[in-house]
């Protein structure tokens, strides 16, 4: 299947400051990406959606404003923590989709606010 | 978008064929029924994907009634390494916006 590559895997940040979460898709254009987030031992959760080159769709209770969302190109989506908080410790997840076909999903990127 | 409905968890041993259920009574006419694996740390890996009546590939087979108000995963031959949490996932042909419900938690026994 395709692939769909997220960095970084693990990412320690101090309260307050803001991280940067990258998501590719390596061997075909993703004119689709998803985020979610991911507690212990609790399912994925869907944060928002984006398509290439428009404003990304966030879920009810998910604030727009704390979490940005970029999908500037068809291989790459940007999920940036603002003034993040211990609260926001969780894994996140990204997929990708081209055209309505499957998606794929990233290995996750493992966020600790200390 | 419909809500699936799976077991919190089984257990089973090495060697045994192993068959997780879900629900979704409420499927669409344009809904397809995927399942996904997930190991702890990682993202979910894709098993197999089906419409209606049976689906196999090289790790699982998937069945589906013809009311497709359920499937059944089946995985033949379990080993430790197939311990994880399997999602089952109901979306809508053009859209993959899965929504994930609570997952099967499997933990294989030697």
């Known amino acids: 299947g395709a692939v769909v590559s997220q960095h970084p895997s693990r990412v320690i940040c101090k309260s307050g400051t803001s991280v940067k979460i990258e998501c590719r898709s390596l061997?075909?254009?993703?004119?689709?990406m998803f985020w979610y987030r991911q507690f212990p031992k609790q399912s994925l959760m869907l944060m928002a959606t984006s398509n290439e080159g428009s404003k990304a769709t966030y879920e009810q209770g998910v604030e727009k404003d704390k979490f940005l969302i970029n999908h500037a190109s068809l291989t790459l989506s940007t999920l940036t923590v603002t003034s993040a908080h211990p609260e926001d410790s969780s894994f996140y997840i990204c997929?990708?989709?081209?055209?309505?076909?499957?998606?794929?999903f990233g290995q996750g990127t493992r966020l600790t606010v200390v | 978008l419909a809500k699936t409905t799976q077991p919190i968890s089984m257990d089973s041993y090495e060697g045994q064929e192993v068959n997780i259920t879900c629900s979704h009574n409420?499927?669409?006419?344009?809904?397809?029924i995927t399942w996904y694996q997930q190991f702890p740390s990682q993202g979910p890996r894709f098993i197999i994907q089906g419409y209606k009546t049976k689906v196999t590939n090289e790790v699982a087979s998937l069945f589906i009634p013809a009311d497709r108000k359920s499937s059944t995963l089946s995985l033949p031959r379990v080993s430790l390494s197939d311990t994880a949490v399997y999602y089952c996932l109901v979306f809508t042909s053009g859209t993959y916006k899965y929504i994930f419900g609570t997952g099967t938690r499997l933990k294989v026994l030697a």
């Open positions: 061997d075909f254009q993703a004119t689709t």
């Open positions: 997929s990708a989709s081209s055209q309505g076909t499957e998606a794929f």
């Open positions: 409420n499927i669409a006419t344009n809904d397809y």
